[in-house]
């Protein structure tokens, strides 16, 4: 059994900041990748930020320079610090992740159950 158990998010004025965690947890090998997808109101789910399985990290356009995405290997966690937040970062945020449960076993897809963010005044 794995698990991804996100925390953080809530509701925060334009020019706020959040952050979010995603820890894995459970019968693990090994991580190939893992990051953080949204999905707004009528929109379509989209990466947000993450690494992948050659271990580079990756941001959409629009939120380079304001989000940072960061990965603790000892714990299996990866943060998002989501500062200069705006209306449109507005969104159920997801924690995703490519999980090799033992060795020379598939690599799976996990999701974490999403965590809301609002930017509103």
């Known amino acids: 059994q794995v698990q991804l158990v996100e925390s953080g998010g809530g509701l925060v004025q334009p020019g706020g900041s959040l952050r979010l965690s995603c820890a894995a947890s459970?019968?693990?090998?090994?991580?190939?990748?893992m990051g953080w997808y949204r999905q707004g109101p009528g929109k379509q789910r989209e990466l947000v930020a993450g690494?992948?399985?050659?271990?580079?990290?990756k941001y959409a356009d629009s939120v380079k320079g304001r989000f940072t995405f960061s990965r603790d290997y000892a714990k299996n966690t990866v943060t998002l610090q989501m500062n200069s937040l705006k209306p449109d970062d507005t969104a159920v945020y997801y924690c995703?992740?490519?999980?090799?449960?033992?060795?020379?076993?598939?690599?799976?897809?996990?999701w974490g159950q999403g965590t809301q963010v609002t930017v509103s005044s």
């Open positions: 690494f992948n399985s050659g271990g580079s990290t």
């Open positions: 459970g019968s693990i090998f090994s991580i190939n990748a």
């Open positions: 995703n992740a490519w999980i090799q449960r033992v060795v020379g076993g598939l690599v799976a897809d996990y």
